[in-house]
């Protein structure tokens, strides 16, 4: 069964800043009762520069895991992750207890979503460490070592050339077994994807089913390099959606070509995400026909 979950990743919304909590609550809500199977919000502290969608760097932005912490307690079932978290951001010791704390806070809920981040203005702009790519992935997959690590419940220390971590205490431990899902956001074929491989739980690719194909087969082959079960790794893609552009119907059929490629779990963007009706005509419509 295909599975629909919700990205938020703009809060400019009417009334704002003062509607912006209750706005947050009602769109989680009405997407988890919806039936989505996810909701996530991109770790960014600055908007995203991208001027033909919009966007200006200065637009609202949440801190991932407040918003997430708030969507947790007005949800009952959908997931809860972010889309993704940039490795260098926060120290890895940290990174882990927070997200434990929201596992443990929604009844096991919680998803860590990592990459090594690419958003080198926000990082400059507020005194971030951005070190070159290379360090970068060397910080993530040492991340992804200590998560293992912090998740058994063994607080051994971990000296690796990035982080030292001598004490790593993380009680309580998370409510999902056996530990959170990982999710590594990007598709680099070299690196990011054999990560994906060695490492998490799930992906997450962008763009259209032919393109996506192509990345879950070069992820397939990681898997077989390193003995590990293809399909135990879940599948995504982060896709825009526009109900202004694109009908119910239309959109079931975009969705099932994207699940013949590969796709297991779509998230989605949706233009206009105030207007919880869409949400709803999503559930009601949509939904049904993946299912």
Known sequence: ?????????????????ANTGPKL???????????FASLWVMDHLFQMDVASWGLAAADPMLD?????????????RARLGTLVTAVTYRHPGHLLKVVTNLDVLSRGRAI??????????????LGLPFPPLA???????????????????EAQPFHGKQYRLEEPINHPLPLSRPHPPIL??????????????????AC???GDAAR??????VLREHCERLGRPYDEVERSTLQSVDLDAQSSDQLVERFGALGEAGAQHILMSVRGVSDVSRLERLGAEVLPQLR
Do not use: C
């Not at 599975?3 to 009417?14: A, E, V, Y």
């Not at 895991?65 to 708030?70: D, E, K």
């Not at 360090?135 to 419940?153: D, N, V, Y």
């Not at 590594?184 to 739980?201: F, H, M, N, P």
């Open 112 to 125: 860590l979503g990592i990459g090594a981040g690419w958003y080198a203005r926000e990082a400059a702009g």
């Open 212 to 217: 996506i194909s192509h990345k879950y087969a």
């Open 1 to 17: 069964m295909m599975k629909l979950g919700l990205q938020i990743n703009r809060f400019d919304w009417p009334g704002s800043p």
């Open 204 to 206: 997450n690719v962008f």
């Open 135 to 153: 360090e970068r992935f060397e910080r993530l997959e040492e991340t992804l070592q200590i998560a293992k690590l912090m998740w058994s419940g």
């Open 184 to 201: 590594i956001g990007g598709e680099g074929e070299r690196k990011t994807l054999r990560l994906v491989a060695q490492y998490a739980d």
């Open 64 to 76: 991932g895991y407040t918003a997430l912490s708030y969507m947790a307690a007005v949800t009952q």
């Open 25 to 35: 609550a009602e769109i989680a809500r009405t997407a988890d009762q919806a039936g």
